[in-house]
């Protein structure tokens, strides 16, 4: 978990390590940890993480099934994260396809 805030974490202070990220397949590794929902607090931390990767990548985070997991998952999360992923799916999508219209 300490990980993920790391990863939060330095992605707030420098967006442009996303690339870093996603090369050693880490959207990857935190696609596989949304299966696992014994630990919801982590779950929730990769959710604003991913957040944040979308905002320079959504692509990578559509090509590892985010949204499904995060979709089968919503009901464990607070409101308020289940807002904030709601946002993400679309967030994601609507990058990604203005993306590759364009």
């Avoid at 330095?10 to 590794?29: F, R």
Wanted: charged share 15%; glycine share 0%; net charge negative.
């Amino acid at each position: 978990m300490n990980a993920t805030i790391c990863l939060s974490h330095i992605l707030d202070i420098n967006p442009a390590l996303t690339n870093k990220l996603i090369s050693y397949k880490g959207v990857e590794i935190l696609c596989n940890n949304l299966q696992n929902i014994e630990y919801i607090d982590l779950v929730e931390w990769i959710v604003k993480t991913l957040d944040k990767v979308s905002l320079e990548n959504s692509y990578s985070i559509l090509s590892c099934n985010a949204i499904l997991y995060l979709l089968n998952i919503i009901d464990f999360f607070d409101f308020t994260v289940q807002v904030q992923s709601v946002e993400n799916d679309i967030k994601f999508n609507s990058q990604y396809h203005k993306n590759f219209l364009y």
